[in-house]
């Protein structure tokens, strides 16, 4: 189409406009902007540069552009004009399926029920992203056919409905599955009884497509639905008129849902708190002992049965007696006024096949986290002294990353506190001496480009981790076991309980998004009760506080970044005095019949209306102002919180001439320096650099130049990688042409840290046509072991780890010497003859001074020098190569500067 050569002809210029631009600030040499410009062109290496690349050429390409921006507007004014004509079914042609539209998803109750099998390809259903909303219009409407079946319009997710996508669904395949899917409900049922908001109706049918696994011992009659502990809290808000837009500081009783999305579980059916998803059920089941608590609660009392509950249709429950459980709250079950009793959806749920899934478990070890720009950027009076203790952590980290083994395996992912790794994880995890292949090493590289660009834009290493908030569950049970309106429970205002914490006295809780100034410090209480009755990996809230207003959570499985470092907390103490939270009344989402021009309308009012991501940046470019407007972000909050919910009630507050005058004022501005590290924006995209707290990091966080230096990482042999160290490899043409063509094929859309499951219909495919050369998968992957470890050391292996990775690890588990270790000091591998020795005989005991060698940073061979020397890192030969390049390399640039 003509429209696309337009598209793709501004597009090159944008990307020729940001080479001159860095050719001119000498961000990059000349020799450099002019390769780019020939490969952007795809010109040969040495063919003229047919323009004046300098300031000229960028004021000409504005002209360019706008021209094409015209015939832009032109040709899509006759496409649209052109889609509006037609109104009839739509057919998907077969020619557009192709690999690179082949999406992989995650096991789920939908995969499962349709029974679709790992690593296979289908076309039950497909994921539509909408582009123009007449198409989307015709294809919800009339639906379309691929093959000769007709698909329908099934759901869209909240995630999917952010990102415009749309998931499609075989009309044979939902008639045939619709009961188990909707548990017994229909479309007609629903609109029989009232309806339902169409966008919400969307988002609960689409947690069948949620990734879980499968609970396979979970017995839905042994679970009953309670009301949600509802309890008014006493607090100081900042109380936002949505129609006036006046704030003002109140003292008011504030309604708390506190168990909403949270429901529990008994240790003896599930041991961790989980994430769970049934048809129309969703949120988080929280370990608690409550027949431990009915059980203490009935020998203070024998008088009374404190095990009866009332559930949430007002039919009585013995917890005890009837074995319950599970207990799940109002607020977990979307769709109970679609149901007459618990019981109906439980027939219904076993007369259909229903099933249950598990995802997002507690893991047993929960590694530490990164901060962001948001949490950093509202803590406005940080100094550059403070700013650099906490980025501390982060600066080593980058300086030791090709110079400690230890930073470089945990770098990649391969150290012993991650869990789930990947097969080249596991084979550096088991043979670090792969950190010296060409391939690791420019991977390193990689890591480490990323390390800074992430640490200059706020995300640095803390002593921090990411766990479930959960409510006082002590407090719930006094609620709803022992009718106490005003439970106690087990904490206080201003407290929380965090037991992996326990050595610390308070911590920072933080949530993303993290908008307004957002650092709810609390003192962390760790008893003799808590450890009773609260789990180890979670942190407990209180239901005398306020906190979940300030952090916006609720606790259907969000979790907070609980933050221990004892600098950021007394940074966050003092930036938060004075900081109350926002409370504004939000509009009711209203129900409509479920028909297809309904589901197109709430889609396309939440693709129109719901972009927070415009309000969000507005608010990043305030706090990183020269005067922070802090009423300012006050409203702009408020305002991104009916825009998250305008797809359901289709209400957004309208500003006030004068307050629009003052935002606008604001957010005209460009974005925030920092972008250039968080956003990828050019320089031409973001203001210039101030002292606002993020923008601080690009000079305290360094980018020096990597020199391999880490002594003791080992010599490494490919012959381990091999499924026999003493074969003999013969090279074989067909088997290295074919790699190097879908290595070329996949270079830039695979890397090493990708899951294999995101991968497998492609992985899949390169085998097969590996398997079509008539050789053992095993005897493939050792010629492809010889040919790009030995000979030809290939620094692009990232196809070879996809599709060998799990040969490799079974050949190096076998091959690597029974009980050897690495030698702490040189990296050689050796079977010691203690426990206690750590380092091999070379390395132990005396030597004298009079020589010692040491191994090459470029071709990584031993050699000699004297005992004095201290500063040689090459061998003659490549310290020679090195001089002529640096000699060449500074010509060069005296000729530029000429």
């Known amino acids: 189409m003509e429209i696309n050569k337009h598209c793709s002809s501004k597009s090159k210029l944008k990307s020729e406009r940001e080479i001159i631009e860095q050719l001119c600030a000498g961000e990059i040499a000349r020799e450099k902007a002019e390769s780019q410009f020939r490969k952007l062109y795809g010109m040969g290496k040495s063919d003229p540069i047919p323009v004046a690349m300098d300031n000229s050429r960028v004021k000409q390409i504005a002209k360019e552009i706008r021209g094409t921006n015209q015939m832009i507007k032109i040709k899509k004014s006759e496409l649209v004009s052109l889609l509006q004509a037609h109104r009839s079914q739509r057919e998907l042609r077969t020619e557009y399926v192709v690999d690179k539209n082949v999406i992989s998803v995650f096991e789920s109750m939908l995969t499962r029920t349709l029974g679709m099998e790992t690593g296979k390809l289908y076309d039950d259903f497909m994921v539509i992203r909408t582009y123009y909303f007449d198409v989307i219009e015709d294809l919800i409407l009339n639906g379309y056919t691929f093959n000769g079946e007709r698909y329908i319009c099934f759901t869209a997710s909240a995630g999917q409905i952010r990102t415009k996508k749309t998931v499609f669904i075989k009309e044979r395949v939902w008639e045939k599955y619709q009961k188990t899917i909707m548990c017994g409900l229909s479309v007609q049922k629903i609109n029989e009884l009232g309806g339902i908001n169409i966008n919400k109706y969307l988002a609960y049918l689409a947690l069948c497509n949620s990734a879980t696994d499968l609970w396979e011992d979970f017995d839905i009659r042994k679970t009953i639905v309670v009301d949600d502990m509802e309890t008014m809290v006493r607090g100081t808000v900042d109380f936002i008129d949505h129609k006036t837009y006046s704030v003002e500081r109140r003292d008011m009783e504030i309604p708390i849902t506190h168990t909403d999305g949270c429901g529990m579980v008994l240790p003896s059916c599930n041991a961790k708190n989980t994430m769970v998803r049934l048809p129309w059920v969703k949120g988080l089941l929280a370990v608690f002992l409550f027949d431990k608590f009915i059980s203490e609660a009935n020998e203070r009392d024998p008088s009374v049965n404190h095990g009866l509950v009332t559930d949430i249709y007002g039919f009585e ?4 007696a009837e074995d319950i459980q599970v207990i799940f709250t109002k607020s977990q079950f979307k769709m109970y006024k679609y149901y007459t009793n618990w019981q109906e959806y439980i027939d219904l749920f076993l007369a259909n096949g229903c099933t249950v899934g598990k995802c997002n478990e507690e893991d047993d070890f929960i590694p530490d986290a990164k901060l962001n720009y948001q949490m950093l950027q509202t803590l406005t009076d940080l100094s550059p002294d403070e700013l650099e203790q906490l980025a501390g952590k982060t600066i080593d980290k980058i300086a030791k990353i090709a110079s400690d083994k230890n930073t470089m395996l945990d770098v990649f992912g391969a150290s012993t506190q991650y869990r789930n790794k990947n097969a080249f994880q596991e084979c550096l995890s088991i043979y670090p001496e792969l950190l010296s292949d060409p391939y690791t090493k420019e991977m390193l590289r990689q890591i480490k480009k990323n390390l800074v660009t992430e640490a200059r834009a706020a995300k640095i290493d803390l002593s921090a981790k990411y766990m479930f908030l959960i409510p006082d569950l002590y407090a719930f049970c006094e609620w709803l076991f022992l009718g106490n309106r005003s439970p106690v429970g087990l904490l206080a205002d201003g407290e929380v309980s965090c037991y992996l914490y326990r050595t610390v006295s308070k911590l920072d809780c933080l949530r993303s998004p993290h908008l307004y100034r957002e650092h709810a410090v609390r003192k962390n209480v760790v008893t003799s009760a808590t450890k ?7 942190i407990y809230t209180s239901c005398h506080d306020l906190i979940s207003k300030i952090l916006q959570f609720d606790c259907d499985g969000d979790k907070s970044l609980v933050c221990a470092d004892s600098l950021l907390v007394d940074i966050a103490e003092r930036n938060m005095e004075g900081i109350v939270p ?7 989402a209203g129900a409509v019949t479920i028909t297809p021009e309904e589901i197109f309308k709430g889609l396309r009012a939440a693709w129109t209306g719901g972009n927070i991501g415009v309000i969000s940046n507005d608010i990043t470019k305030i706090w990183n102002g020269a005067d ?8 702009l909050c408020m305002e991104n919180n009916f825009c998250i919910d305008y797809a359901k009630t289709l209400y957004k507050p309208t500003r006030p001439d004068e307050i629009n005058a003052r935002l606008a004022r604001i957010t005209s501005m460009k974005a925030p320096h920092f972008f250039i590290h968080a956003k990828k924006k050019t320089k031409s995209q973001v203001q210039r650099t101030n002292n606002s707290v993020v923008n601080q990091l690009e000079h305290i966080v360094p980018n020096k130049r990597m020199s391999f230096a880490a002594k003791n990482i080992g010599v490494f042999r490919y012959q381990y990688m091999l499924s026999n160290p003493m074969k003999q490899i013969e090279l074989l043409s067909p088997v290295t042409d074919l790699y190097n063509d879908v290595e070329k094929q996949y270079r830039y859309s695979i890397s090493f840290y990708d899951d294999d ?4 219909y492609i992985r899949d495919n390169i085998l097969k046509q590996f398997d079509e050369l ?3 998968r095993l005897d493939v992957c050792d010629i492809l072991v010889k040919y790009l470890f030995h000979s030809k050391n290939s620094r692009r292996k990232n196809v070879f780890w996809m599709c060998f990775g799990d040969i490799v690890l079974e050949n190096l588990k076998r091959n690597i010497p029974d009980g050897s270790i690495q030698c702490k000091k040189c990296g050689e591998r050796f079977v010691p003859l203690s426990p206690q020795q750590k380092v091999c005989t070379n390395c132990s005991g005396y030597h004298p001074l009079g020589k010692k060698k040491l191994r090459c940073i470029d071709c990584g061979k031993e050699f000699e020098v004297d ?8 061998c ?4 020679a190569i090195h001089i002529r390049n640096y000699e060449r390399e500074k010509k060069r640039r005296q000729r530029s500067v000429a």
Not at 317 to 320: A, E, G, K, R
Not at 532 to 538: D, E, M, R
Not at 757 to 760: H, K, M, P, R
């Open 867 to 874: 005992g004095i020397v201290k500063n040689k890192k090459r």
């Open 774 to 776: 008539g050789l053992e």
């Open 582 to 588: 926002l409370y504004y009344e939000m509009a009711k």
């Open 317 to 320: 429950h013995d917890v005890i």
């Open 532 to 538: 009773k009755w609260f789990s180890q990996n979670a």
């Open 876 to 879: 003659n030969d490549c310290q």
């Open 757 to 760: 499951s995101n991968f497998a």
């Open 628 to 635: 922070v407007d802090i009423e300012a972000i006050k409203i």
